[in-house]
Nanobody, 119 residues
Framework: QVQLVESGGGLVQAGASLRLSCAAS????????MGWFRQVPGKEREFVAA????????YSSDSVKGRFTISRDNDKKSVYLQMNSLKPEDTAVYYC????????????WGQGTQVTVSS
């Protein structure tokens, strides 16, 4: 089993920065890809960014490319999402996820942290 706990969310003004953290416990963290997703009430969960187990390769959605950066520290069993130049449309609950599946699907999820960006 894996437990994921997000932190770092909050209320900020447009243009500000936030850094989300996700701490993992349970299984061997360094073996697995990690990702961040977000969800607005009434909408489907949206992919934000992902990082391979080694940290060598990252992926991000077009909506956050150039503004958000995903990183990880396997020694600390943590993954991070640095969010710069925040926009009101970035407002959502942000979820950390871990993939143990062979097809790359994410099967473990955190409880989420709220990010609110005011205009």
């Amino acid at each position: 089993q894996v437990q994921l706990v997000e932190s770092g969310g909050g209320l900020v003004q447009a243009g500000a920065s936030l850094r989300l953290s996700c701490a993992a416990s349970g299984r061997t963290f360094s073996n697995y890809a990690m990702g961040w997703f977000r969800q607005v009430p009434g909408k489907e969960r949206e992919f934000v960014a992902a990082i391979t187990w080694s940290g060598d390769t990252t992926y991000s959605s077009d909506s956050v490319k150039g503004r958000f950066t995903i990183s990880r520290d396997n020694d600390k069993k943590s993954v991070y999402l640095q969010m710069n130049s925040l926009k009101p449309e970035d407002t959502a609950v942000y979820y950390c996820a871990l993939s143990t599946t062979s097809n790359g699907g994410f099967d473990y999820w955190g409880q989420g942290t709220q990010v609110t960006v005011s205009s």
